[in-house]
């Protein structure tokens, strides 16, 4: 009795890792569409959404919020 019921836990978790790893891999559909040949939607170039006329001056100055400063410099990075 003791065997059948090692051998029924056995063959369902054999089951149970089969289909976890069938259920993670990709089609050959898939590998496909993601090939390196150009194509001319992916290549084209976006529409810009906004755009930043010239700045004239000698510094452009940043200022940043207070907190977030404070959380860069707790992870050593200089603001």
């Known amino acids: 009795m003791r065997s059948l019921a090692k051998t029924s836990i056995s063959l369902a978790a054999a089951g149970l890792l089969a289909f976890s790893l069938a ?40 200022l940043l919020d207070s907190g977030f400063a404070a959380a860069l410099t707790s992870l050593g990075l200089t603001p």
């Open 23 to 62: 259920a993670c891999s990709t089609t050959s559909e898939s590998t496909e569409s993601t090939s390196s040949s150009p194509t001319s939607s992916a290549e084209s170039t976006p529409t810009p959404v906004a755009s930043i006329p010239s700045l004239s001056g000698v510094d452009t100055a940043v």
